[in-house]
T-cell receptor, first 115, second 112 residues
Framework: AQSVSQHNHHVILSEAASLELGCNYS??????LFWYVQYPGQHLQLLLKYFSGDPLVKGIKGFEAEFIKSKFSFNLRKPSVQWSDTAEYFCAVIPTGAGSYQLTFGKGTKLSVIP | KAGVTQTPRYLIKTRGQQVTLSCSPI?????VSWYQQTPGQGLQFLFEYFSETQRNKGNFPGRFSGRQFSNSRSEMNVSTLELGDSALYLC???????????FGDGTRLSIL
């Protein structure tokens, strides 16, 4: 079974600071990778996804993530955060093989951006 | 396109009761998954349905069950409710296995 580890439980940054949230997964085969965001009081929204191809993927709101296969990592980055980025961020994986339909999430990282 | 719709938004039940939650997927999506979200355990997969068939089940007791109808709408049932079942229950729909899942607002279930 697959598992996902997010390194930071809570990150506090000032506006304009750069952001990097770590995500590592454990699975023996190929996976599709996702970052979801949950703003306060709102539903989970897809930030970006990686299926194949260029390991550097760009998502909405200026976020990007890099898939490093050798490190089983899919870290989320943003060069300059804004107060509106305050939210909880979840990394998730799903195996690409037939018969695998279970999306596995990390525990999430709460990001607080101070104006 | 309307998003994933879950009803009701809030529910309060007492121990021992049972509850049914409903999910309407995005039009055209045939895969529906259910998740439980709690502060301690995070997001945990319950089960996934496609064309009225359960294809995957997470590690939850048999008190948790679900079904999917021919129009892809899904229901989740929890019987003999326990205090620990208090959580946000999320439904997600997808157009296919290699497509992202889109989530609803969830049903917040509180057990007294």
């Amino acid at each position: 079974a697959q598992s996902v580890s997010q390194h930071n439980h809570h990150v506090i940054l000032s506006e304009a600071a750069s952001l990097e949230l770590g995500c590592n997964y454990s699975y023996g085969g190929t996976v599709n990778l996702f970052w979801y965001v949950q703003y306060p009081g709102q539903h989970l929204q897809l930030l970006l996804k990686y299926f194949s191809g260029d390991p550097l993927v760009k998502g909405i709101k200026g976020f990007e993530a890099e898939f490093i296969k050798s490190k089983f990592s899919f870290n989320l980055r943003k060069p300059s955060v804004q107060w509106s980025d305050t939210a909880e961020y979840f990394c998730a994986v799903i195996p690409t093989g037939a018969g695998s339909y279970q999306l596995t999430f990390g525990k999430g990282t709460k990001l607080s951006v101070i104006p | 396109k309307a998003g994933v719709t879950q009803t009701p938004r809030y529910l309060i039940k007492t121990r021992g009761q049972q509850v049914t939650l409903s999910c309407s997927p995005i039009s055209g999506h045939r895969s529906v998954s259910w998740y439980q979200q709690t502060p301690g355990q995070g997001l945990q997969f319950l089960f996934e349905y496609f064309s009225e068939t359960q294809r995957n089940k997470g590690n939850f007791p048999g008190r948790f069950s679900g079904r999917q109808f021919s129009n892809s709408r899904s229901e989740m049932n929890v019987s003999t409710l326990e205090l620990g079942d208090s959580a946000l229950y999320l439904c997600a729909s997808s157009a296919g296995q290699n497509q992202p899942q889109h989530f609803g607002d969830g049903t917040r279930l509180s057990i007294l």
